[in-house]
């Protein structure tokens, strides 16, 4: 059972599609990695809760969308070193588009 809070944060990580919806990167960062919590936002914004209480928030300046999974990746990435889940490496990147066609790829460094 549990508080109200922590019902919400059991809800969220077995049912990570009701918050975003199927084919969502958020929703593929919480199955990927156990026990965390996220959500994305409007303007690029980003949060994460690990099990363990550590936790990220990431705003990308210019207010779009498509650095925020990369750079949350890349921060997690580095926080969980060796434990990372392989799922996690997975949304590190994301295509980059010209014409229809994939002509690169958006990484944080």
Request: charged share 20%.
């Amino acid at each position: 059972q549990g508080s109200a809070e922590a019902r919400v944060a059991a809800a969220m990580r077995r049912h990570p599609e009701l918050l975003a919806g199927e084919g969502r990167d958020v929703t593929a960062l919480i199955r990927a990695v156990p026990g965390l919590i996220a959500k994305d936002g409007f303007e690029g914004v980003q949060a994460v809760a690990l099990a363990d209480g550590t936790s990220l928030a990431v705003k990308i300046a210019d207010g779009s969308d498509r650095a925020r999974m990369p750079v949350t990746a890349k921060l997690l990435l580095e926080h969980l070193g060796d434990l990372a889940p392989a799922g996690l490496r997975q949304l590190a990147s994301s295509p980059a588009y010209g014409g229809g066609e994939v002509v690169g790829e958006l990484a944080a460094l």
